[in-house]
């Protein structure tokens, strides 16, 4: 199993970035995909998941609305959409794959850097 | 707001067992917890879910209960590789929620 991510970099606030997340080595279309993310120094902070058939998506209480996640099963890709960037959502971004649908990630990739900065 | 308090660190002596709580806000911390360590420059790794399952290749010195509000991890056998980050998560419906972390010190 293998998840990479990638579209990482520095932004303005109020700027838009995508980030992918590559994914191989499993039955990438059976599974839901998360995005977690880490503040430099900081805990985890779960910022959503979709549904293995991209038919739905939640999202957590500080990026709802401005973030969004889609997927594309016949890349075994998934991306996060993040709009309306704040130097609060600086932080390493990870995507980890759902076990089972309970919200427990098996696999994890090894995170992208996203700094929000003028 | 709900929230899942962990302690800021704990230490042990190699050899020795450690208990760390993850506790939650309301009064049953539920069925869906999971943890996970992180080391340093490392993605996290999930080390316990459904509050006592081991994944396949996680050494059985690792182990988590519950009670109440409260979920634990204990670490038997402590190892200097243990040390680390350590973070519980609790799912409730299309939410998840992560404790701010306890810090693993092996003395």
């Known amino acids: 199993v293998q998840l990479v991510e990638s579209g990482g970099g520095v932004v303005q606030p109020g700027e838009s970035l995508r980030l992918s997340c590559a994914a191989s080595?499993?039955?990438?279309?059976?599974?839901?995909m998360h995005w977690v993310r880490q503040a430099p120094g900081k805990g985890l902070e779960w910022v959503g998941v979709?549904?293995?058939?991209?038919?739905?998506?939640h999202y957590g209480d500080s990026v709802r609305g401005r973030f969004s996640i889609s997927r594309d099963n016949s890349k075994n890709i998934i991306y996060l959409h993040m709009t309306t960037l704040r130097g609060e959502d600086s932080a390493t971004y990870y995507c980890?794959?759902?076990?089972?649908?309970?919200?427990?990630?098996?696999?994890w990739g090894q995170g992208v850097l996203v700094t929000v900065s003028s | 707001q709900s929230a899942l308090t962990q302690p800021a660190s704990v230490s042990g002596s190699p050899g020795q067992s450690i208990t760390m709580s993850c506790s939650g806000s309301?009064?049953?911390?539920?069925?869906?917890v999971s943890w996970y360590v992180q080391y340093p420059g490392q993605a996290p790794k999930l080390i316990i879910y459904?509050?006592?399952n081991r994944p396949s290749g996680v050494s059985d010195r690792f182990s988590g209960s519950k009670s109440g509000n409260t979920a634990s991890l204990t670490i038997s056998g402590l190892q200097a590789d243990d040390e680390g980050h350590y973070y519980c998560?609790?799912?409730?419906?299309?939410?998840?929620?992560f404790g701010g972390g306890t810090r693993l010190t092996v003395l």
């Open positions: 980890a794959k759902d076990q089972g649908g309970d919200y427990e990630f098996d696999y």
């Open positions: 309301s009064g049953d911390i539920g069925d869906y």
């Open positions: 459904e509050v006592t």
């Open positions: 080595g499993f039955a990438f279309s059976s599974a839901g």
């Open positions: 998560s609790q799912y409730t419906t299309y939410n998840l929620l």
């Open positions: 979709i549904s293995f058939d991209g038919t739905s998506a």
